[in-house]
């Protein structure tokens, strides 16, 4: 019985010793078959500013809020800019008249005035002439001063210069306005209506709209701020896309490539993984970043990855630690837009 238990012993670790080495087989198997990487959590921000100056008049949105591309979030004071949108209106309003006018022509009882007008200046034309010519004999006979012949004539002169007055007058209305006149109408017309646009664009400058879905990070100012082009009011964190920001070291740039599927990992989360894909690797080395050196890495180079991620759940915040783990036995894939790879 005793000289058994010694034969049993060895077994037992023989058993072990055989064990423990199939396993660290199976884990250089596994870290030879992935990559892994470190990094954290990256989105892009925007710092979102109004594209005119005057003071806020609203903030609609608070800190935390999730907002939609084109949702109204902020507005200024718009009462000047409302009535010089209503002043360049009425001066559209008034040369698309004028300009109407000048299409139209003459209307038909101005040009039966004018004709009337007319034939009232030939008979007074007619009459003067007449008096003058009766007056010529009785010039002779020392019947009428030399004076009022004179008058006579003027008369008759005037007269006729009237009716020429009046018949040019006629044929102007009949040919209606010059074609100069109406290109000058059109043109002022096309200017007052960039007007009312400028005009229209100036009043909506006054809101501040979201550039795209995401949530509200800060509140720069406040209602009463005076705001301006270059003074951001508010920052928007865009939701998609996420990405983890890592570094490849130089010696697995040839082991993955674009649009390589990876699995990622947080502390927040434990066991939970995350589908992602490689989005992004920098074309140009760079040293290890101080935040992840060590001093076995402090002189080597290392590439900047981007790890895009599906984020359904929002649980990918700004910061946050990940582990990503990258398959490097992957047949090469096409990079995709990143709104587009996360299955729904």
Request: aromatic share 6%.
């Amino acid at each position: 019985m005793n000289k058994k238990l010694p034969v049993l012993s060895v077994l037992i670790l023989i058993v072990g010793f055989v064990g423990v080495y199939f396993w660290q087989q199976q884990q250089q198997n596994s870290e030879d078959s992935q990559l892994t990487l470190y990094g954290n959590v990256d989105i892009r921000e925007a710092q979102l500013a109004f594209n005119s100056s005057e003071h806020i008049d609203v903030i609609l949105v608070q800190e935390g809020d999730r907002v939609k591309k084109g949702q109204l979030l902020a507005r200024l004071h718009t009462e000047v800019l409302e009535a010089q949108l209503t002043e360049a209106r009425a001066q559209l309003e008034a040369q698309q008249q004028t300009l109407g006018k000048l299409e139209a022509g003459s209307r038909k009882q101005e040009i039966s005035k004018a004709r009337a007008e007319l034939e009232a200046a030939r008979a007074r034309a007619s009459s003067a002439r007449a008096s003058y010519k009766r007056l010529l004999p009785m010039l002779k006979k020392d019947l009428v001063s030399p004076e009022d012949v004179e008058n006579a004539r003027a008369a008759a002169d005037a007269a006729q210069a009237e009716m020429k007055a009046v018949q040019q007058a006629l044929t102007l209305l009949e040919l209606g306005p010059r074609k100069e006149d109406i290109a000058i109408a059109r043109a002022v017309l096309a200017s007052r209506k960039a007007a009312v646009t400028l005009a229209e664009q100036r009043l909506d400058d006054a809101n501040l709209y979201a550039p795209a879905d995401g949530i509200i990070r800060n509140r720069i100012l406040e209602p009463g701020d005076m705001a301006f082009p270059q003074t951001p009011a508010l920052t928007l964190a865009f939701i998609n896309p996420v990405w983890v920001r890592t570094y490849l070291p130089e010696p697995a740039l040839g082991k993955i490539s674009l649009g390589a599927a990876a699995t990622i990992y947080t502390d927040s989360f434990p066991g939970k993984a995350y589908q992602g894909w490689v989005g992004y690797i920098s074309p140009t080395a760079e040293f290890t970043p101080k935040n992840v050196q060590t001093p076995e890495l402090r002189t080597r180079l290392v590439y900047s990855v981007r790890i895009f991620a599906c984020n359904p759940q929002d649980e990918l915040r700004l910061g946050m630690p990940a582990t990503v783990r990258i398959a490097i036995d992957q047949p090469p894939a096409r990079q995709k837009p990143a709104s587009k790879n996360c299955e729904s």
